[in-house]
Nanobody, 121 residues
Framework: QLQASGGGLVQAGGSLRLSCAASGRIFSIYGMGWFRRAPGKEREFVAGIRWRDGRTYYADSVKGRFTISRDNAENTGYLQMNSLKPEDTAVYYC????????????????WGQGTLVTVSS
């Protein structure tokens, strides 16, 4: 129901754009969030967007470098990642919910499969 894509290997300072396409039962998204899990660390919030008006919310660690957006018609969310750093290396997950777009992962009901982003130094 959520299909994430766009991960890969990039050098530090480079850019990647992740996509998250929603389908099936997720036809009335309220919010979408991106989370990541780095090796040996817990999953953390990256960014969130409210579907109806595009209001966004970012973790401090990515502010000014990452941009979350959405295409309502395509029911797809995006995470544009610029000025990537080695510490951004992680598996990135998109999540969607009918009631939230915040930072608490347990509030999201729908999850994508994860896409690996590796940033080399």
């Amino acid at each position: 129901q959520l299909q994430a894509s766009g991960g890969g290997l990039v050098q530090a300072g480079g850019s990647l754009r992740l996509s998250c396409a929603a389908s099936g039962r997720i036809f009335s998204i309220y919010g979408m969030g991106w989370f990541r899990r780095a090796p040996g660390k817990e999953r953390e919030f990256v960014a969130g967007i409210r579907w109806r008006d595009g209001r966004t919310y970012y973790a401090d660690s990515v502010k000014g470098r990452f941009t979350i957006s959405r295409d309502n018609a395509e029911n797809t969310g995006y995470l544009q990642m610029n000025s990537l750093k080695p510490e951004d290396t992680a598996v990135y997950y998109c999540a969607a919910d009918l009631n939230t777009y915040g930072a608490r992962d347990y509030e999201y009901d729908y999850w994508g499969q994860g896409t690996l982003v590796t940033v080399s130094s």
